[in-house]
């Protein structure tokens, strides 16, 4: 069953180590039987959340990015975040693309992150911030985390991995994406959700 993956981006800092993650992880992708697109905030430049989609009283006076990336949202089976911690959490560049959007957009959807950082955390504290903030918009977390710790150490700017480890790792994790995003998706073929 081929499923849709939206990748999300959660850093627009200049220089911005996210983009060898990002690198590791489409290439990881670029092998499995589905689809991926990645939602990057740097490139949508979207201003701070003033009006999100579902506060416009009609619909029409959105703007049509807004409109856009919401239909990449809904038509997605799964979603994948990769994200650094910025001071023990969420970055803001990625709670205000995931902010703009109604919860129906990712309900009933499974979502991974991969979580990064320079030391030896791994992003890990971000990441438990932004399962709360992915179940509050009706997304299921999946079990897995994908950390990466000493993120310029294990990964070169081409996004090939040093660590040895890495790939086995990703492959897990990955794989147990594909699995939640099937049985959900299945699922929802007999049984709509409530
Ligand atoms: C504002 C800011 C806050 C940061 N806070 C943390 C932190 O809490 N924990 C951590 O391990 N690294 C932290 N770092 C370092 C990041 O791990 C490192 O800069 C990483 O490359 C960020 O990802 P990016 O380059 O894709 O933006 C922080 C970096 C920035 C810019």
């Known amino acids: 069953m081929p499923l849709k993956y939206l990748v999300i981006l959660g850093s627009v800092r200049d220089n911005r180590n996210g983009l060898r993650v990002s690198k590791f992880i489409l290439e990881k992708l670029s092998h499995l039987p589905h689809e991926f697109k990645l939602l990057d905030p740097l490139e949508l430049n979207l201003p701070l959340v003033r009006t999100p989609l579902h506060f416009f009283k009609d619909p029409k006076e959105a703007p049509q990015i807004l409109h856009s990336i919401n239909k990449d949202i809904v038509d997605s089976d799964a979603f994948l975040i ?8 969420i970055p803001p560049a990625l709670s205000n693309l995931l902010n703009y959007f109604p919860p129906a957009s990712y309900a009933h959807k499974p979502s991974a992150i991969c979580c990064y950082s320079i030391s030896m955390f791994g992003g ?7 399962r709360g903030m992915l179940i509050e918009l009706g997304s299921v977390s999946i079990p897995s985390l994908f950390s990466i710790s000493k993120v310029t150490e294990a990964l070169n700017e081409d996004g090939t991995a040093n660590d040895k480890t890495m790939d086995e790792r990703c492959d897990k994790f ?4 594909e699995w939640y995003a099937m049985a959900i998706k299945e699922h929802k073929k007999t049984i709509p959700p409530s």
């Open 82 to 89: 990769v994200t650094p911690e910025y001071n023990q959490s």
């Open 124 to 130: 890990i504290r971000c990441s438990i911030q932004l």
């Open 174 to 177: 990955l794989k147990q994406l």
